[in-house]
C-alpha cells in the first residue's frame, strides 16, 4: 500500500470525514513538502487539528504520522523511479554525472545546510544557549540515533575545556541522570524532529524539576521546542528515508562549534589551560 498511498487515498476518499477529506485535499496538493513537515506543522498548514491527522492515518492503515510520510515518500520515489534529487530523497544527480559530480552535488546540500542554520541562528536565543552553558554545574547532552551521535561530539569537542559536559546515549540511564538534576544543570538535547516518544518524556522530567533545557532541532513548533527554554534550530530538510543524513548533521556541526568558541571566550584563561594540559597529555601517544 505504501508505493501507491495516494491510489489508495484517492479510493477511501468517499469514507473520510469532512475534515479528513481536507487533510486529503491538502496532501493531494502538497504531496512532496509534507514529508518533511512535523506533525504541528501540517496541522497548521492544513488547518486540521493534530487529533485528525492521527485519525486520518489510522483510517489509512498507518501505525502513526511518521509512517504516513514514509508511505508518501515512497510513492513519490516511485513515481520518480530512475530520478534524483528532492522528490527521490537523494541530492540531484543526473545519469551522466560521474563520481565527482556527485560530490559536488552533496557538498552543495552540505553548504546549503549550513546556509540555513545560520540563517535561523538568533543572536538572543544563542546568547541564552552560551550563558546556560557557561554557568552549569553539568550539561547533560542526550540524543537517540543521529541525535544521540551529535551529543557525544558535543562531549568530546567540549571535554577539551570542560570537565562539565556528560554524554550518556542510554535512554534509561538518561532518565536517571534527568531525575537526579538540580537547576544548576542543564539537558542538552539534540532531536531533528523534536518529537519522539524518549525526548518528550525526558523533557518532562526536567521541567518538573526545574532543569534548564537546550534543544538543538529543526522544527520550531514541535512538542519538545514548546518544552525547551532555549531552542536553535538545524537547517535541511529531511525527508523519512533520509534519516540521519549527513546534510542534517552539518547544520548542528556548526551549531556545536559556534556554542564551543562562544563558550571559549565567555572562558579564556580556563579554556587555554585545559587545552594545553590536554594537548601534552595527547602528544605522549604520537610516534
Known amino acids: 500500500m505504501a508505493e501507491s498511498f495516494l491510489d489508495s487515498l484517492t479510493e477511501r476518499y468517499n469514507t473520510l470525514t469532512r475534515s479528513e477529506k481536507k487533510l486529503a485535499g491538502h496532501i493531494f496538493a502538497n504531496a512532496t513538502k509534507v514529508q518533511y513537515l512535523s506533525i504541528n506543522s501540517l496541522a497548521e498548514d492544513s ?3 493534530q487529533a485528525t491527522i492521527t485519525r486520518f492515518c489510522r483510517k489509512m492503515g498507518l501505525s502513526g504520522y ?4 514514509i508511505a508518501l515518500a515512497k510513492s513519490d520515489r516511485a513515481a520518480h523511479s530512475g530520478t534524483t534529487g528532492p522528490e527521490s530523497g537523494l541530492p540531484s544527480v543526473e545519469e551522466e554525472d560521474d563520481l565527482s559530480a556527485v560530490c ?3 557538498c552543495d546540500s552540505y553548504q546549503s545546510s549550513l546556509r540555513e542554520t545560520m540563517e535561523q541562528l538568533q543572536p538572543d536565543s544563542f546568547h541564552r544557549a552560551v550563558t546556560l552553558l557557561s554557568g552549569a554545574k553539568h550539561v547533560y547532552c542526550f540524543g537517540q540515533g543521529a541525535g544521540m551521535v551529535m551529543a557525544l561530539e558535543t562531549a568530546a569537542l567540549f571535554s577539551m575545556v570542560s570537565q562539565s559536559f556528560v554524554h550518556i546515549s542510554d535512554s534509561h540511564l538518561q532518565m536517571v541522570h534527568t ?3 538540580t537547576p544548576e544543570d542543564v539537558i542538552l538535547f539534540f532531536s531533528y524532529s523534536g518529537s519522539t516518544k524518549e525526548v518528550q518524556e525526558i523533557l518532562n522530567l526536567a521541567k518538573e524539576r526545574g532543569v534548564p533545557i537546550l534543544l538543538v532541532t529543526h522544527f520550531r513548533n514541535s512538542p519538545a521546542a514548546r518544552l525547551a527554554d532555549t ?5 535541511y ?3 523519512p528515508i533520509q534519516s540521519g543524513s549527513v546534510a542534517a548533521k552539518m547544520g548542528q556541526l556548526l551549531l556545536i562549534d559556534c556554542l564551543f568558541h562562544a ?3 565567555q572562558n579564556p584563561e580556563q579554556s587555554l589551560a585545559m ?3 590536554v594537548s601534552e597529555a595527547v602528544s605522549r601517544k604520537l610516534l
Not at 511518521?66 to 510520510?69: D, F, Q, S
Not at 531552542?231 to 537547517?235: F, K
Open 47 to 49: 488547518g486540521v487539528s
Open 66 to 69: 511518521h509512517n504516513l510520510k
Open 104 to 106: 559536488r552535488r552533496l
Open 179 to 181: 531525575a537526579l538534576a
Open 231 to 235: 531552542v536553535l534550530l538545524c537547517g
Open 237 to 239: 530538510d529531511e525527508n
Open 263 to 265: 563558550y571559549c571566550s
Open 275 to 277: 587545552r594545553v594540559a
